[in-house]
T-cell receptor, first 112, second 117 residues
Framework: SQQGEEDPQALSIQEGENATMNCSYK?????LQWYRQNSGRGLVHLIL?????REKHSGRLRVTLDTSKKSSSLLITASRAADTASYFC????????????FGTGTKLQVIP | GAVVSQHPSRVICKSGTSVKIECRSL??????MFWYRQFPKQSLMLMAT?????????EQGVEKDKFLINHASLTLSTLTVTSAHPEDSSFYIC?????????????FGPGTRLTVL
């Protein structure tokens, strides 16, 4: 299975702190995406990083990708209570047409 | 970004009945749609991939006769859970992709929560 592993499984921080989540995967990829999911709701796409990219920024989000280590990290700076959600990485394998495999997820709680 | 809708958002049914879930791409033509299932506090697991006008490709362990997928048009795919049982209770999410370019973002629907009594 290519399902990614994310760590930590759960993270609790104070508002204003930075939150870092990591994702590891097993096989070669075309791209890696990060999604956010509020409890019981659908997914919100946050950012996509392609296999030939190493870092990408979007607002308070910073994503890195290390294909040699098959890992990625998502950094949320200056966290807010509204950032409380589960965060998933998802990889599109290089061998499968647009097939996306999700990681196990990190549950982030930002305490006001 | 593109919008994908799902209907219904919630459904409760009796064991043994069939339930149909619709997934629509509202402002683009989706050549490929994906169906995922998410159990409580778990990640999303891909169930099947469907291309418009052709049979769906099911992931290992997913019963194609139980989870019927129809992708009859470029804007609509349906998932029918046949003879539903309590263990089928889950959050079902579809996604749609509009181009064949690798790396194109999938647009996800809001999900359908199925509860089988």
């Amino acid at each position: 299975s290519q399902q990614g592993e994310e760590d930590p499984q759960a993270l609790s921080i104070q508002e204003g702190e930075n939150a870092t989540m990591n994702c590891s995967y097993k096989t070669s990829i075309n791209n890696l995406q990060w999604y956010r999911q509020n409890s019981g709701r659908g997914l919100v796409h946050l950012i996509l990083i392609r296999s030939n990219e190493r870092e990408k920024h979007s607002g308070r989000l910073r994503v890195t990708l290390d294909t040699s280590k098959k890992s990625s990290s998502l950094l949320i700076t200056a966290s807010r209570a509204a950032d409380t959600a589960s965060y998933f990485c998802a990889t599109e394998g290089s061998g499968g047409y647009q097939k996306v495999t999700f990681g196990t997820g990190t549950k982030l709680q930002v305490i006001p | 970004g593109a919008v994908v809708s799902q209907h219904p958002s919630r459904v409760i049914c009796k064991s043994g009945t069939s339930v149909k879930i619709e997934c629509r791409s509202l402002d683009f033509q989706a050549t490929t749609m994906f169906w995922y299932r998410q159990f409580p506090k778990q990640s999303l697991m891909l169930m099947a991939t469907s291309n418009e006008g052709s049979k769906a490709t099911y992931e290992q362990g997913v019963e194609k006769d139980k989870f019927l997928i129809n992708h009859a048009s470029l804007t609509l795919s349906t998932l029918t859970v046949t003879s539903a049982h309590p263990e089928d209770s889950s959050f079902y999410i579809c996604s749609a992709s509009g181009t064949i370019e690798r790396g194109d973002t999938q647009y996800f629907g809001p999900g359908t929560r199925l509860t089988v009594l």
